[in-house]
């Protein structure tokens, strides 16, 4: 069970009062509250997150170096409950949210040292997905046997990229930064039910892809200044 809860409400001989309705006076004025223990109960929570990560990096040659990494984030239950107005401490109807995700992630990158230049290219592949499902269930304190889902959500997506970035110093003090980056977004298998008795509406397909770049510049000047500047663009999944 939960921990116990702790009233301030008194009747007139002192006890406890945590159900019925009561009356008390405020400023010249009489109020009148119903209370029932599913009051007291509050909305019992909990979470549960795994995390896995890899990397793995080589020197291949003087100048070329290599990173492989991975990892996956996996949440299985992210939950919440709220009682229902028969509910009490020791249980009672309510309502169950839970929602599970899961993102997977991997990236190969070479870089190559030079002298006075570098380049670094590589490529990386995120998947996500999640769901999100509202059920009642018989016992909040049980979270078991629970009906068919009211509501729920859900939805996948991927992303793949790949990007190279080159780097060179000129005349000692001018050095000149030019990368470049592809996305390519898709979400895809998503639905949404909106009722206990309606179906799960399915969401077309979803695509998106762009190209980005920046060049950037900076000149050391007398005195310990620098100058810098810059020009780019982004992308940000739908």
């Known amino acids: 069970g939960y921990d116990a809860y702790s009233t301030s409400l008194r009747d007139a001989n002192g006890n406890p009062v945590d159900t019925g309705t009561v009356s008390f006076l405020e400023d010249g004025i009489t ?11 509050g909305t019992p929570t909990a979470a549960m997150l795994n995390i896995y990560q890899a990397q793995v990096m080589a020197t291949l040659s003087p100048a070329w170096n290599i990173r492989v990494a991975a990892g996956a984030n996996r949440s299985p239950s992210d939950w919440y409950v709220t009682p229902g107005a028969a509910a009490t401490l020791t249980g009672g109807p309510g309502s169950f949210v839970n929602q599970v995700q899961q993102s997977l992630y991997g990236n190969i990158q070479l870089s190559r040292q030079a002298g006075s230049q570098s380049l670094i290219f590589g490529t990386e592949t995120r998947a996500d997905r999640a769901r999100i499902a509202a059920q009642t269930i018989p016992n909040y304190a049980v979270r078991a046997n629970g009906a068919p889902y009211d509501s729920q959500a859900m939805g996948k997506s991927i992303n793949q990229a790949g990007y190279v970035q080159y780097q060179k110093s000129l005349f000692e003090k001018l050095n000149i930064v030019a ?23 399915r969401y077309p397909d979803r695509s998106a892809n762009a190209f980005t770049g920046k060049p950037a510049a900076s000149y050391t000047l007398p005195g310990q200044f620098r100058l810098r500047g810059s020009v780019g663009n982004a992308f940000r999944n739908p």
């Open 31 to 41: 109020r009148r509250l119903t209370l029932t223990p599913s009051n007291f109960v």
């Open 179 to 201: 990368g470049g980056r592809w996305d390519y977004w898709q979400t895809y298998d998503g639905g949404n039910q909106t009722g206990i008795t309606l179906p799960v509406a």
